[in-house]
Structures are given as structure tokens and as C-alpha cells.
């Protein structure tokens, strides 16, 4: 019986060791992120594990954060709208194992405060992208999936 108490935990031992964690964040501070002076472009991506363009489009960040220097990704999980439990997003953390600083923007009522992120953020659409260079003021906002070679496209069009 032991023995088998203990490969039944064993598992869920080693699941929550390993767990990623995302930090939770007020809409101030995504504002400070997208406002601080850096050398990198800001990269962020507004996702949720329920949004299936959202999660397909992914690896294409990690692959960025992996790949480039030169931008600082950060992942914004939208599902504290509906389920304010962290769980969900961790798993999907640990699952797909994510490099990408993860936060979790825990706001309620999207469409009061989605115009401060972006002004023709009317919609609240997910997945949405902000790129930022705050050296140059340039910045470029769409909210839809994108596909191979629109990161590198609207990166290089803020970089100029």
C-alpha cells in the first residue's frame, strides 16, 4: 500500500516542483512596461489558454525570445477575466514549457481598460501584439494571429 501511495504522488510531486510561475499584474504595470526607456524592443502578446489563434501563434514568440536579443518578450495572459484560479496558465506554462517572462494582467472588465493599451484596442480581440521601441517612439499594434514572418516584419519596422 505504500508503495503505492507513493507512485501515485511521486507525479504530482514532480508536476509541482517543476511549475512555472507568472507574476499577477495590475494594468499599471503592463503601462510601466510599455512606457520604460529600453534598449530592447518590447515585444508583448495579450493571449489566453482558451484562445486556440492565441496558442498556435506561441512558439513563434518563444522562438523570438530565444532567437533575438535585441527584444524582450513578455506573455500577457488574459484569463483572469474569467477564471481568476492561476492554475490553468501554469500548467499551460510547464506543458509548453514557456522561456517567456509569463504575467497573468489580473483586471476584470476588459472593456474598461483595454483602449489604455492601445486606442484602437476597441474590441478587446485576442491574440493581440504590441511592439514597442521606446528609443525611437515607434510602436505597432495589431490585434489578430499572426503567422511566420510578421513578428520579424513589425519588429523591423519599429527598429527604423
Known amino acids: 500500500m505504500r508503495s503505492i501511495l507513493l507512485v501515485t504522488l511521486l507525479p504530482l510531486c514532480f508536476f509541482t516542483a517543476s511549475a512555472q ?3 499577477h499584474i ?11 526607456p529600453s534598449d530592447k524592443i518590447q515585444v508583448i502578446n495579450f493571449w489566453a489558454t482558451w ?15 530565444q ?9 500577457v495572459s488574459m484569463d483572469y477575466d474569467l477564471d481568476p484560479n492561476p492554475e490553468k496558465v501554469y ?15 489580473a483586471e ?13 484596442w476597441k474590441s478587446g480581440t ?5 511592439i514597442i521601441n521606446t528609443k525611437t517612439g515607434k510602436r505597432k499594434f495589431v490585434q489578430q494571429e499572426l503567422h511566420e514572418g510578421d513578428l520579424e516584419k513589425m519588429i523591423e519596422d519599429v527598429a527604423k
Open 26 to 36: 495590475k494594468l499599471k504595470d503592463i503601462q510601466q512596461v510599455i512606457n520604460r
Open 21 to 23: 510561475q507568472a507574476d
Open 51 to 65: 484562445c486556440a489563434p492565441c496558442v498556435k501563434e506561441i512558439p513563434m514568440f518563444e522562438k523570438l525570445n
Open 67 to 75: 532567437t533575438n536579443k535585441d527584444v524582450e518578450v513578455t506573455l
Open 126 to 130: 485576442l491574440p493581440a501584439t504590441l
Open 91 to 105: 500548467r499551460f506554462m510547464t506543458r509548453k514549457n514557456l522561456q517567456s517572462k509569463v504575467v497573468i494582467l
Open 108 to 120: 476584470r472588465n476588459p472593456n474598461s481598460w483595454i483602449d489604455k493599451i492601445d486606442k484602437s
